[in-house]
């Protein structure tokens, strides 16, 4: 997959910025048919198969949204015991992304949905 440099280097430093919100423990960012195109993870946490059910779980959701009469689903949250899975779509003009979370117990989720929404902002300008 070829993407401009521009787009990687966005994607790339919106990993950087989510990595950095406390409690985090995985970021990636994938194409909405589920392939990594920028991604951080602790130790066993694997960001290929992160980006295949972030696109696998975003279809599902959209889905389920338009099932029960909501428009352009944006976003879901994935509650644990222990902690959250995050994804949030980026519709860049060229290729639909999508930015999925990881995040423990100790993670805030307002913080998480604040700077996830912000990252897309910046993606789908870059």
């Not at 889905?63 to 860049?92: P, Y």
């Not at 100790?106 to 897309?120: D, G, K, M, P, R």
Request: proline content about 2%.
């Amino acid at each position: 997959m070829n993407l401009r440099p521009a787009l990687l280097e966005a994607a790339r430093r919106a990993v950087q910025a989510l990595r950095a919100v406390g409690g985090v423990k995985a970021v990636v960012v994938a194409t909405s048919d589920g392939f990594d195109v920028a991604s951080e993870a602790a130790h066993g946490i694997d960001p290929a198969r992160v980006a295949a059910m972030a696109s696998s779980i975003g279809a599902i959701a959209l889905v389920a949204a338009q099932e029960g009469g909501l428009n352009d689903c944006d976003q879901m949250t994935v509650g644990a015991k222990d902690g959250f899975f995050h994804l949030r779509h980026a519709r860049h003009p060229e290729l639909e992304l999508i930015i999925a979370v990881i995040a423990g117990e100790s993670a805030v989720l307002a913080q998480v949905h604040y700077f996830t929404a912000e990252q897309v902002r910046l993606l789908v300008v870059a």
